[in-house]
């Protein structure tokens, strides 16, 4: 709302008649957000693991500048490799979660299913994986092996092998227990180009079931809180999925991306501002188990920010959304899929949620972790 | 969810907002001050003003606990955090908030044993974990948290721990709200009442507004429809010609406050002479201190801190923003030098600090964005 002290002031600023003073410094703001990111910080700090605004920064003013290539430059879940024998999909992941046995799963099929995510996303079929294991001294040994054998049975339940590893432990103190990290290489025998940058105006946002369970349920399963619910996470592959939807629309998939750290809302704000778009979301239609609404108002977080495992967006054309969403429906990790939204033309970069309040505000993406309000 | 949803739901909003079209005087401008930043929260998270006919506008006002502490204190804070034999505990909110040398997260990234705490009672579990180390408890807020922090010092006492002390900032509403209204840059209709305060405060300490400034008052609570409601009783109020304190949010604040908490606060704590509030200076009797039989679980006591005052940023113009006298976008540095990822002032960090709000949530041109979200 622009209040008429502000257009008086508007008056007052010669040559910029057609834009109210609010507008002009929107404007600014938009232009100062297109500059190139930089890193400001003197230390790593954990709002640069989180997800939000400080990763992509740190991804962008440090890795992508020493590292840039063609390939790695669209920062999609994995690259996309040609080679003489095909088409390839190659992508990695480090978990570091605490603890790290929570109601749903443990670090391990997290390790696994993150992976074969990302490839599936890729529009990939997940085949072989590498996994690499950071030890902490004194790590109980039955516990790496409940880890290994979630491993292995998220690795069976994906179809995929673990055909190569590494294993290094360091001192007590200079680990969180146990780290891992894992590697992927899938194969890209579709036709389709997936991509952050190919969602266009009229295209539909469709998510495949509810949101932050596993956010939720780690944040509870730390204990920290002294609040209980009956939620479990929802870590799962998520290949079959993607199959069964790229086989029902192939053409009309612009993208795939799974909910992982950031949320909901960190995907919608990589689209934005990739295919230079607006994402106009509607907060009634955002599938949120009341548990997890309750835990988040409790603490005052946004659904939206909080992460999945086993959750995925999809923008599809608006004339295949029905058919989009019938295919996820069809398989049980699907069936609780909606339609959350719809890619506009202006303004673009911008997310916007029509809230179930019926009023209207942006969605941006998170600076660091959602951090709790004091009252 | 329920006793969640009946508060913001939109037909009861839109038939609000009729009747409170129906009060506006034609030619008449509205300006009321939402003392609270949790307020300034939810009209920003759920996009109120989309309900308020253009000429009633709503001022955010200094209720912002982050925002009101001065850079001096975040200091002198940061330098109990660094001494090797500390643990800093903390609310979330006040992790980015910057002091004249870095935030809380970067001394925390520097080495300091800083941690994120949910309740004071929760520093209370750190002490006991680490007979070894002195753990120091951040306190901050306004009422509304002042009772949990003097219960915690209570229960320290009561447990003869001896290695746990609170850096107490609380701070008191009244004053500042007399602030605002004895400053010559503002002129307001009436006040959004701070709900959570007045759960302990009650609604009698406000009644020298409508009687020596002629300004109604509503508390009000913290749902979008209990909102809407309080500015529809102050509307209503000026169109019957009344001026009173009233109380939309007797569910849960009743009229004389919680004598039970205000003794508590009493027992551990007294006023200030005199504060330092960021933006707005020094304001008499507008904070508490721990009283002298607490001393052993006064941090400011047992340590010795920096204790000096530093000016804010040049640029910074919290002051003017905690006012009300600036809307967060007339700030000069506002979305360009000041963001969330690189906050100059204040308002900047907490998710209750108005420029934050508006940043996050707000940022964007009503006309374009009603064109984008209209289906």
């Known amino acids: 709302m622009t209040a008429n002290w502000a257009e008086e002031a508007v008056r007052a600023h010669a040559g910029a008649e057609h834009l109210t003073r609010e507008e002009q410094v929107l404007e600014r703001i ?25 990763t992509h920064t740190l991804i962008e003013a440090v890795f992508l500048e020493a590292f840039r290539n063609p390939l790695l430059e669209p920062l999609e879940d994995g690259a996309s490799l040609v080679t003489e024998a095909g088409r390839l999909a190659f992508t990695t992941d480090s978990f570091v979660v605490s603890p790290l046995f929570f109601p749903g799963g443990d670090i391990g099929d997290l390790a696994v299913n993150g992976t074969v995510n990302d490839l599936a996303m890729c529009g990939a079929r997940p085949l072989y994986l590498s ?4 030890l902490e001294e004194g790590f109980p040994v039955a516990s790496l092996q409940r880890i290994v054998a979630s491993m292995a049975a998220a690795a069976a339940r994906a179809g995929v092998q673990i055909v190569t590893g590494d294993t290094k432990v360091v001192e ?9 990290t894992t590697a992927g290489v899938g194969l890209l025998d579709r036709a389709c180009t997936l991509s952050a940058s190919a969602a266009r105006p009229g295209d539909v946002v469709l998510v495949s079931g509810p949101i932050g369970d596993h956010g939720i349920t780690v944040m509870l399963a730390r204990g920290e809180l002294d609040i209980s619910a009956d939620i479990v996470s929802d870590t799962a592959p998520l290949h079959e999925l993607t199959a069964a939807l790229l086989d029902a629309v192939p053409e009309d998939v612009r993208l795939l991306r799974d909910a992982t750290r950031g949320g909901v809302a960190t995907i919608c704000n990589e689209v934005a501002v990739a295919s230079q778009v607006a994402v106009v979301l509607d907060e009634s239609a955002v599938p949120v188990r009341p548990e997890v609404n309750g835990a988040s108002e409790l603490l005052g977080i946004d659904p939206l920010y909080v992460a999945c495992e086993g959750r995925l967006v ?3 054309s608006a004339e295949c ?15 609780g899929a909606a339609r959350i939204g719809t890619v506009r033309d202006d303004p673009p970069g911008l997310v916007l949620l029509r809230t179930s309040f019926g009023g209207t505000r942006i969605v941006d993406l998170l600076v660091g972790d959602p951090l709790p309000r004091i009252c | 969810m329920r006793f969640v949803d009946e508060f913001r739901d939109a037909g009861t909003a839109r038939a609000l907002a009729t009747r409170i079209a129906a009060l506006c005087e034609p030619g008449r401008r509205y300006k009321f001050m939402e003392v609270c930043g949790g307020h300034t929260h939810t009209i920003y998270k759920h996009g109120l003003e989309d ?3 253009e000429t009633v506008s709503l001022v955010h006002g200094p209720g912002c606990p982050v925002c009101v502490i001065p850079m001096g204190r975040v200091d002198d804070a940061i330098a109990i955090a660094e001494r090797d034999d500390v643990i800093l505990t903390t609310f979330g909110d006040m992790l980015r908030v910057p002091g004249g040398r870095g935030s809380f997260f970067d001394s925390k990234a520097a080495g300091a044993d800083i941690r994120m705490v949910y309740s004071p009672l929760d520093a209370l579990k750190v002490a006991r974990k680490n007979p070894d180390k002195r753990v120091v408890f951040m306190a901050i807020g306004f009422e509304t948290t002042a009772p949990s922090t003097a219960m915690t010092v209570l229960r320290a006492a009561a447990e003869g721990l001896d290695n746990f002390s609170i850096f107490c900032n609380h701070v008191t509403i009244i004053p500042a709200i007399k602030a605002i209204l004895d400053s010559p840059d503002l002129r307001l209709d009436g006040f959004i009442g701070p709900g959570h305060v007045s759960t302990i405060i009650g609604c009698r300490p406000y009644e020298f507004i409508a009687r020596e400034y002629g300004k109604p008052l509503v508390c009000a609570g913290f749902e979008p429809l209990d909102i809407l409601q309080s500015v529809y009783q102050l509307l ?20 004389d406050g919680n004598l039970k908490a205000l003794q508590v606060i009493g027992e551990v704590m007294e006023l200030r002479p005199h504060f330092e509030w960021r933006g707005l200076g020094f304001i008499a009797q507008s904070a508490l201190r721990v009283r002298e039989r607490y001393a052993s679980f006064d941090a400011e006591r047992i340590f010795s801190v920096p204790g000096v005052r530093v000016a804010d940023p040049k640029a910074c113009q919290c002051g003017e923003v905690l006012k009300g006298v600036l809307r967060p976008w007339e700030c000069k540095v506002f979305g360009t030098a000041c963001t969330p990822e690189t906050p100059i002032g204040t ?11 508006y940043y996050n949530f707000g940022r964007f041109s009503r006309e374009r964005v009603k064109e984008a979200t209209q289906a």
């Open chain 1, 30 to 54: 938009a232009k100062a957000r297109a500059r190139k990111p930089r890193i400001r910080e003197e230390r790593i700090t954990l709002s640069h693991g989180a997800g939000g605004k400080a």
């Open chain 1, 131 to 134: 996994c690499g294991f950071i």
């Open chain 1, 172 to 180: 007590r103190g200079k680990a969180d227990g146990c780290y891992i």
């Open chain 1, 314 to 316: 999809a923008v599809v």
């Open chain 1, 321 to 335: 959304a029905d058919d989009a969403l019938a295919a996820l429906r069809s398989l049980p990790i699907g069936s």
């Open chain 2, 51 to 53: 309900y308020l006919p």
């Open chain 2, 236 to 255: 209503l109020q000026l169109h019957e010609g009344r001026c009173e304190i009233e109380n939309q949010y007797a569910r849960v604040v009743p009229w």
């Open chain 2, 347 to 357: 308002c900047m960090v907490s998710s209750e600090g108005a420029c934050a709000a």
